[in-house]
């Protein structure tokens, strides 16, 4: 079996990690977390979220961030956007992909974005039509892929029937999302296939937490089907504020480890994200959640 020789790594610390954050971070450190990431070489990124602030107010300074952020050579910011209100108000900082919203359980898009999906599938219309005027590349995750905090079970044709819809309206990569992190390697891989029937591979990535501490089994199971672009979270941050009790996305440390064990490029250097790791972890007052943070820190001491 082959798998892929380089995987590309979103790191959405910024903005999955942070809001979930009942302390509110500086708009000035989250600044300094993003110049730290791409000097790390993180090459893609989630920097906030144009959502309302009565909902995520950890999100509340997105314009603040997206005008302080001085980005580097070659990197990608993304930012997310519900409705064209957030696109509306991303607009002026001209990010190099928006990434829309909804989940492949209807109790949960009600919860996390108060519509149903086909509402929030109308919404999308004209943000898509303002980002593809704009030249901008149009993300859509997709939440509770692999389970639904409200709903339970969630079938991968379900997954595949949202994501057909998301196709069909022009969006251009699809994030298969665990957002409670329940999935488990075949699952996630009959999640996967389902997509893959309306988003070619490379449009594909996957968003695990890991609450469950599967996500990085479910990683390989991804490389496995060829998938080689994935989410991670600097320190393992985060969580969703409307899936009560799931904790973070898999650390970018922790996967940058596994991609190093196998020989794929990330083109990360693994030291700067561990200190990158301390860094918004003291911010926060706690050691890094990661294993491979705080393992590799330990070593050092
Ligand atoms: P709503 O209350 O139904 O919206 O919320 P509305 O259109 O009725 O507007 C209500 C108020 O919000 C109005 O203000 C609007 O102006 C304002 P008021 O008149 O009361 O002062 N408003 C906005 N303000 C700023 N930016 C906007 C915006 N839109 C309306 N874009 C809405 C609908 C979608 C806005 C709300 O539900 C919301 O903001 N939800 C955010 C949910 C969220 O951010 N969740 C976390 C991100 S998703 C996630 O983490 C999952 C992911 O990681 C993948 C995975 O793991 O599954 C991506
Ligand atoms: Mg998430």
Redesign the pocket.
Known sequence: MSLPTRVTLCD?GPR?GL?NEKQLVSAAHKLELIDRLQAAGVRRLEAT????????PQ?GDAADVMSGLQKRHGVAVAV?V??E??MD?ALPFAPDEI?V?TAASEAFTQK????SIAESIERFGPVITKAKAAGIKVRA?L??CLGCPYEGEISAAQVGAVAARLAAIGVDHL?V?D?IGVGTPRKVQAALEAALRHFPMHELSG?Y?DTYGQALANVYASLELGVSTFDASVGGLGG???AKGATGNVATEELVYLMQGLGIDTGIDLDALVNTAAFISGVLGRPPASRAARALLAKRA
């Open positions: 959405v999955d809001q979220s144009f959502v309302s602030p009565k909902w995520v999100m997310l519900p409705n209100k957030g108000a990434v919203f996390n974005i108060n519509c995750a939440s509770c994030s999302s957002t968003h937490h969703c504020p409307y």
